[in-house]
C-alpha cells in the first residue's frame, strides 16, 4: 500500500461520488453506509454514517483501506475490523474532514495498522 489515502487499484486509487450510498463491511461486519468523500485533495477519505454500533455517529476511514468495490453489491470491503475504526481519532464535526491536522493524526493511526503489510 502507497499511502493510506490512495483508494484500491481496482477503482485506479479514487473513489468517485458513486459510492455514496454503498455499505461498508470491516471483517468482523458492517461499518455502516457512504454519506460523503472527501473534499480535501490527497487526502481520499469516505465518510460513514456507522448507524447504532457507534451510537448514531459518523467516522471517517481513509480510501487506502479499501480492500475491494461490489458496484453490483453495492458494497465497500475495508480491510480494518469494527474495533480499529471505533479507535480511531474520533470524527466530532463535518469540519474534521476538511481540517489537515485532524486528517494527519487520522492517517497516523491508519498507517500504524498497516505497518509492517507491505
Known amino acids: 500500500m502507497e499511502t493510506v489515502w490512495a483508494g484500491p487499484a481496482q ?6 461520488d458513486g459510492v455514496i450510498g454503498y455499505d461498508v463491511e470491516a471483517p468482523d461486519g458492517s ?4 454519506i460523503r468523500l472527501s473534499p480535501v485533495p490527497g487526502f481520499d477519505h469516505l465518510v460513514i454514517d456507522a448507524g447504532v454500533w ?3 455517529r459518523s467516522v471517517v476511514v481513509p480510501a487506502g483501506m479499501v480492500t475491494g ?3 453490483a453489491e453495492r ?3 475495508v480491510g480494518c475490523t469494527k474495533d480499529q475504526i471505533k479507535d480511531a481519532p474520533r470524527f466530532e464535526r463535518d469540519q474534521d ?3 489537515l491536522f485532524y486528517l494527519r493524526q487520522l492517517g497516523a493511526y491508519y498507517e500504524s495498522l498497516t505497518a509492517g503489510q507491505g
Open 11 to 16: 477503482t485506479d486509487g479514487a473513489l468517485g
Open 31 to 34: 461499518v455502516g453506509t457512504v
Open 54 to 56: 457507534k451510537f448514531g
Open 69 to 71: 468495490v461490489d458496484d
Open 75 to 77: 458494497v465497500i470491503k
Open 97 to 99: 474532514t476538511g481540517d
